[in-house]
T-cell receptor
């Protein structure tokens, strides 16, 4: 069964450093998303991406965040200068069509720890 | 924007009994309501979903109901089993994003 994969599973970084979280969405999917989950809290939408551009983003997704699809398979989330409060699980998801019209498949997540 | 409220935050039921989780949403434009199960160390997994043109949907031991007028939707799990223990999230979606509730930690007691 096809699945979304994410690397690394755990990333530890110093405050102020840049991190790149990587995702490989399901191959025939066209819509890509990033969510985050602070420990013990709900999953929060960050950004959706379609046709090589951001289609929607939340208030959380400020200038410190960026997304990119550098090639035909990877989808990345970059945090330019990490803050302590960026510590969370980051989930990538993909769907065949728009979120409201088809299932979003979630990856296993990357745990980001900012020290 | 959309706001999804979910209750209860924790639920313990005896194995074999039923569990009910309730959610409300605020944006009448939401048209898709998925439910996710999250096990420890894993990402959310879709277990069932319902669209706004349907009032009820069932899949084996799991059922969802939707009341568009009241903006309520619920998850019902019957004949609960130990493997049902997990965190369950309701969510509401328009087209571009999914807004999650805060989650319900379900414990199935032996």
């Amino acid at each position: 069964e096809p699945e979304v994969t994410q690397t690394p599973s755990h990333q530890v970084t110093q405050m102020g450093q840049e991190v790149i979280l990587r995702c490989v969405p399901i191959s025939n999917h066209l819509y890509f998303y990033w969510y985050r989950q602070i420990l013990g809290q709900k999953v929060e939408f960050l950004v959706s991406f379609y046709n090589n551009e951001i289609s929607e983003k939340s208030e959380i997704f400020d200038d410190q965040f960026s997304v990119e699809r550098p090639d035909g398979s990877n989808f990345t989330l970059k945090i330019r200068s990490t803050k302590l409060e960026d510590s969370a699980m980051y989930f990538c998801a993909s769907s065949e069509v728009l979120a409201g019209k088809s299932e979003q498949f979630f990856g296993p997540g990357t745990r980001l720890t900012v020290l | 924007g959309e706001n999804v409220e979910q209750h209860p935050s924790t639920l313990s039921v005896q194995e074999g009994d039923s569990a009910v989780i309730k959610c409300t949403y605020s944006d009448s434009a939401s048209n898709y309501f998925p439910w996710y199960k999250q096990e420890l160390g894993k990402g959310p997994q879709l277990i069932i979903d319902i669209r706004s043109n349907v009032g009820e949907k069932k899949d084996q031991r799991i059922a969802v109901t939707l009341n568009k007028t009241a903006k309520h939707f619920s998850l019902h799990i019957t004949e609960t089993q130990p493997e049902d223990s997990a965190v369950y999230f309701c969510a509401a979606s328009t087209d571009d994003k999914i807004i999650f509730g805060k989650g319900t930690r379900l414990h199935i007691l032996p």
